[in-house]
């Protein structure tokens, strides 16, 4: 079987690059190792998770946060 390039992958339609993508991602998933958070990783989320159960109404919705991210106005 020929060996394709990322170059060669600009040939395929959208569709076909998605469908690509989608096949890589699984392969992937199936080999990934679990990610283990650091014991500073796991006080940080405790701190937020608490932090935001104690007040709900505090941040910004999503897609506010995503404007902010991607510099829309």
Do not use: C, F
Not at 5 to 16: F, K, Q, V, Y
Not at 35 to 46: A, H, Q, R
Request: glycine share 2%; no cysteine; net charge negative.
């Amino acid at each position: 079987m020929k060996k394709i390039t990322a170059t060669d992958t600009l040939d395929l339609s959208i569709p076909e690059r998605i469908q690509l993508v989608e096949v890589i991602w699984d392969t992937i998933a199936k080999e990934a190792e679990p990610v283990e958070l650091t014991e500073s990783e796991k006080k940080m989320i405790d701190e937020r998770l608490e932090a935001y159960h104690q007040n709900p109404d505090l941040g910004s919705p999503w897609e506010d946060v995503l404007k902010r991210i991607v510099g829309e106005k």
